[in-house]
């Protein structure tokens, strides 16, 4: 059993940057990949950035060149960094881990961008 826990959300005004992060307890080694997801109201969840043990990453286009996803292979934990914040990234951000084939979730932090 993997526990995911989310920090580093908050409010701040477009232009803006927020750094996340991801402690994973549980595993009993490495994670093979690990990612951030986000769901704004009324939309469905959608991935923002993955990356695997080996330290491939992918993002997906619309944060492309903003957000940069990293992770710590000795600890299982996340980062975002999310640069030149939009109004449009407002959304819950979730913590993803892929381990010996189940998908596990934190709870989820709150980034709001103000115009």
């Known amino acids: 059993q993997v526990q995911l826990v989310e920090s580093g959300g908050g409010s701040v005004q477009a232009g803006g940057s927020l750094r996340l992060s991801c402690a994973a307890s549980?595993?009993?080694?490495?994670?093979?990949?690990m990612g951030w997801y986000r769901q704004a109201p009324g939309n469905q969840r959608e991935m923002v950035a993955r990356?695997?043990?080996?330290?491939?990453?992918y993002h997906a286009d619309s944060i492309q060149g903003r957000f940069t996803i990293s992770r710590d292979g000795a600890t299982n934990a996340v980062y975002l960094q999310m640069n030149a914040l939009k109004p449009e990234d407002t959304a819950v951000y979730y913590c993803?881990?892929?381990?010996?084939?189940?998908?596990?979730w934190g709870r989820g932090t709150q980034v709001t961008v103000s115009s």
């Open positions: 993803n881990a892929l381990y010996t084939g189940q998908n596990y």
């Open positions: 990356i695997t043990s080996g330290g491939s990453a």
């Open positions: 549980g595993a009993t080694g490495s994670i093979s990949r």
